[in-house]
């Protein structure tokens, strides 16, 4: 009888000892399934991620290109005009000519360049009759190095004071002159004094560069 007993009771333990077995092993194929499913939920997410930061770079490309193209034509029209935008000849060496492109850099210069201006001024008024006395100025290049470039530019301020001898006709001309400038020129004050039937202008006026515009290019990481 206790033979017997103890056959069952081997037999109920080997019969524990598998079903043991067998939850342990179950558990394990769950858990494994479970993070595998939660690691791969993760790659496919970060696929789908890096599949549509492809597809919105590539979008961007097909748009940058389709606009080059038209900038390109653009730039075309512009240039090839029998007259340029101030009444000049496009193919001229005269104050007033060469095509828009060039005036337009002329007008609004990259660099803050005083001397260049200075030149620029004395162009304008040796074409008149009247006597030069002064342009007066900063040459604040050295200071200005920080606004050379920018990713937002903006027109910067070159104020300058010139100072011109002659009759009231001439003051006259000196002011449309500067008013037909490839140079945006804004006056700010004008000052005539005379003495002995000679007037002297003085003119406060400020004219403006802008810096290059920087190209920010960066990388992105998908994360």
């Known amino acids: 009888m206790a033979q017997i007993r103890s056959v069952k009771q081997n037999l109920i333990n080997k019969a524990n000892t598998t079903i043991v077995a067998v939850t342990a092993g ?3 194929v769950v858990v494994f399934c479970i993070v595998s499913s939660v690691q791969l939920m993760g790659q ?3 696929q789908n991620r890096v599949i549509g930061a492809k597809k919105g770079a590539l979008s961007t490309l097909k748009e940058d290109l389709a606009a080059t193209d038209s900038l390109t034509n653009s730039y075309q029209a512009f240039i090839n005009t029998s007259k340029n935008a101030i009444g000049g000849d496009p193919n001229g060496q005269g104050p007033q000519d060469g095509n828009n492109a060039k005036i337009v850099i002329d007008a609004l210069p990259s ?11 004395e ?21 200005q ?9 903006q027109p910067q301020p070159m104020p300058f004071e010139l100072s011109v001898n002659g009759d009231y006709g001439g003051m006259q001309n ?14 700010q004050s004008i000052t005539i004094t005379s003495a002995q ?6 003119v406060t006026a400020q004219t ?16």
Do not use: H, W
Request: proline residues 5%.
């Open 111 to 121: 660099r803050y360049d005083f001397p260049a201006l200075g030149t620029s001024l």
């Open 26 to 28: 179950a558990c394990f």
């Open 44 to 46: 496919l997410t970060y």
């Open 145 to 153: 190095e920080n606004s050379q470039t920018s990713s937002n530019p």
């Open 123 to 143: 162009n304008i008024l040796t074409s008149q009759t009247q006597k030069i006395q002064g342009i007066i100025g900063t040459d604040d290049a050295i200071n």
């Open 208 to 223: 403006y560069f802008q810096p290059q515009k920087s190209l920010n290019i960066t990388t992105k990481v998908v994360k």
């Open 174 to 187: 000196v002011v449309m002159a500067l008013e037909r400038s490839i140079r945006p020129i804004k006056v």
């Open 197 to 202: 039937n000679n007037l002297t202008m003085t």
